[in-house]
T-cell receptor, first 112, second 114 residues
Framework: GEQVEQRPPHLSVREGDSAVITCTYT??????FFWYKQEPGASLQLLMKVFSSTEINEGQGFTVLLNKKDKRLSLNLTAAHPGDSAAYFC???????????FGAGTRLKVIA | DAGVTQTPRHEVAEKGQTIILKCEPVSGHNDLFWYRQTKIQGLELLSY????????DGGAFKDRFKAEMLNSSFSTLKIQPTEPKDSAVYLC????????????FGHGTKLSVL
């Protein structure tokens, strides 16, 4: 079945720096990709949903890149600020089976 | 407002006890998921329901974990008997249609087993 590896597990950056989180997946039939953000003590909230047809997806203060050839999904936070400090999870679905598989998460800390 | 309601927010149990966690999905959602969240393992799928039918029953979690969905607006997760290694946050999530829809998560139940 699908396996999703997320790196790094922990990331600490200074305010204004960029932060990059990467997920690699195994099922080439996976079609839907998600990034969720979980602030301390809060539930997971959707950051962005990506379809396999779109390689570059821009949000507010971040960019999501999808490389289907390498089966890699990345979240790039540009000019990180302390409010970005949270856990981030990628999720992959729609592949050969129905499973919605999460990465293990990245705990990001942005230092002011 | 998370949209998915989980109760209780915190649960403390002694080893060997039976505990029941509750979840109310977003109204109108057909898919419901139970996950266990730990820092080491991340999010592990425990159970998945589609239109109240159990589609996935957690593999390694089958022996002591039992999820039920008696109606479309309520689900329970029973852990019996509890063990200290069950200490984790249990998350419930729902969606309209699996695979291409986002999940709406509850705030979770933090379980501590002594």
């Amino acid at each position: 079945g699908e396996q999703v590896e997320q790196r790094p597990p922990h990331l600490s950056v200074r305010e204004g720096d960029s932060a990059v989180i990467t997920c690699t997946y195994t099922d080439p039939n996976s079609y839907y990709f998600f990034w969720y953000k979980q602030e301390p003590g809060a539930s997971l909230q959707l950051l962005m949903k990506v379809f396999s047809s779109t390689e570059i997806n821009e949000g507010q203060g971040f960019t999501v890149l999808l490389n289907k050839k390498d089966k890699r999904l990345s979240l790039n936070l540009t000019a990180a600020h302390p409010g970005d400090s949270a856990a981030y999870f990628c999720a992959v679905s729609g592949g050969g089976n129905y499973k919605y598989v999460f990465g293990a998460g990245t705990r990001l800390k942005v230092i002011a | 407002d998370a949209g998915v309601t989980q109760t209780p927010r915190h649960e403390v149990a002694e080893k060997g006890q039976t505990i029941i966690l509750k979840c109310e999905p977003v109204s109108g959602h057909n898919d419901l998921f139970w996950y266990r969240q730990t820092k080491i393992q991340g999010l592990e799928l425990l159970s998945y329901f589609r239109s109240k039918s159990l589609m996935e029953d957690g593999g390694a979690f089958k022996d002591r974990f039992k999820a039920e969905m008696l109606n479309s607006s309520f689900s329970t997760l029973k852990i019996q008997p509890t063990e200290p290694k069950d200490s984790a946050v249990y998350l419930c999530a729902s969606s309209r249609q699996f695979s291409n829809e986002r999940l709406f998560f509850g705030h979770g139940t933090k379980l501590s087993v002594l």
